[in-house]
C-alpha cells in the first residue's frame, strides 16, 4: 500500500514538473487558504461575517474606480474611514446585499444592510450632490440587459442609512458640476434598446432629499453600441462639460460634446458631422480625444488618410490626426496635427512650415515611416524624414542602424530617425524631430 502511495506521488510531481513553474504555483495558490485578516481589517471581516452569516460570497463591482467587494472611504469628511461591502448570501433569494459599516469609538458597527434585486454590482461611486460635504453612495447594478443598468443612492447619518431608489436606468454614467453651482451632478448615459432610445439625463438629489430629480435630458447617438471614453473638464473656453467617445455598429468612433447651457436652462449635446476637416468626428482609427497641448480643453480627433500616388507597392499611407477644438460660436478650430501609427504606437506633430505640402508612408516590411515633399504635381518628391523601428538586438548590432538617432525606447522597439541632409526649407533640426515625436 506503502508502495503505491510512494508511486501516486511521484507520478504527481513527474506532471507538474512537466507543466512547468507556472502550474505548481497556480495550483499551491488555489490550495493555500487566504491569509487572515489582522487589526482593523480583521474587524470588519468579523462584522461581515455575523451579519452575512456562513457560507455567503463576497461579489465584486465591475466597472469603475472601486473594485474591490470591501472599500474603505471616509465619505462623510469626519477623519474616520468608513467600509463598504457587497456579498451574496447563502440559502436565500440570490440578489447582492450592501452592507454599510462605520467606525464610532474605534468599534465597528453596522450602518446599513440594503438588499438589492441584482446579483452582480456595476460600480460603487461617491459624489456630494447636496454640497453638504458628506458624499452620497452610488451603486449601478447589473439587469439581465448589459446595456441597462439600475440606480440606487444611499445617503448616510450617524449610525444609520437610507436607500433612494432612482427610477432612471443607464448605460453609463459619470459625476460632476455641470451647472456650476457648487454640487455634483450626474450624468445618466442611455444606448439605444427596442424599449428606449439613446439618451443623455442630468440629475440630481431634490430639495427634500428623498429622491433624484431630472435636471435636462437630451436625444444622443442611437448609432452608438458601447462607449470608448468618457471625459468630464473644459470642453471649450469658460464651459465645462463631458466628451463622450463611443463605438458604432459598424466598428467606427465617434465623439459626442455635452454640456449644460445656463443660457437656454438644459442639456445641449453636439455630434459632429460632414465632410470637412473640423466637422468630421467619425473615423475607423481607435484615436480617443484629450487635452493634446495641455490648455485644458479636451482636443475632438479627427483622422484622415495621407496623399499615396500608384507608385507604392508595400507602403500605406500614414493616418493623419487634426485635433480640434470646439469653441462658443460653434464652430471648431484646428489646435495641432499629427501623424500618427497606431501599429507602432507613435505621434509626430506637423511643424508649421511644412503646411500643407507633405506626406507620409508606412512600410511594415522594413518598419519606416517616411515623410516625403508634396509636389505641385500631386506626387511625392524628395525625402523629408525617416523614421525606423529597430528591434533591440537589430539596433544593438549597430550595422543596420548607421547613421540614425535614437529617438525612444519601447518594449518592443527602438525608435530613431535619418534625415537625408537636402538643403530644403522643410528639412527639420535634430532638436525639432525629437520635440515632435512622442509615443502613445
Known sequence: ?????????????????????????????????????????????????????????????????????????????????????????????????LLIMDNINGEWITVGNHTSKSTAVDRLLFTDLDADGISEIIVGWNTYNALVKDLSLYMTSTGASTEIICETQYSDLLCYD????????????????????????LVTLNDTKNSLYTISSAPLDGDVVSFAKLQTGRVFYGQQGAVIDGITTVGTYNTQLLYYSEYFASLQVVSFAGDTPTNQAERSYAVLSQDIDGDGIIEIPNTFKLRIDDIQTEAVPAALIYWCEYNATGNMEINETQVTSLVYSLRFTVPDKWGDNYTAYVNYSSGEITFYEWTQDNKPGDVILIIRMFTPDVWNDGVSAKGYTELSRSDSYVYAFITPGLNSSMMLTNEEITEAFTLI
Open 178 to 201: 455641470f451647472t456650476g453651482n457648487g454640487k455634483e451632478e450626474l450624468l445618466l448615459l442611455s444606448l439605444y434598446t427596442a424599449d428606449k432610445p439613446a439618451a443623455a439625463s
Open 1 to 97: 500500500m506503502k508502495k503505491k502511495i510512494l508511486i501516486l506521488a511521484l507520478s504527481v510531481l513527474l506532471i507538474f514538473s512537466l507543466c512547468g513553474c507556472d502550474a505548481i504555483t497556480f495550483n499551491v495558490i488555489e490550495l493555500m487558504s487566504p491569509p487572515k485578516a489582522t487589526g482593523e481589517k480583521a474587524a470588519i471581516q468579523e462584522l461581515i461575517d455575523t451579519e452575512a452569516g456562513s457560507g455567503y460570497t463576497l461579489k465584486y463591482p465591475q466597472n469603475g474606480n472601486y473594485r474591490s467587494a470591501i472599500t474603505t472611504m471616509d465619505y462623510d469628511a469626519d477623519g474616520v474611514e468608513e467600509a463598504i461591502a457587497f456579498y451574496l448570501p447563502a440559502g436565500e433569494a440570490q440578489t447582492v446585499h
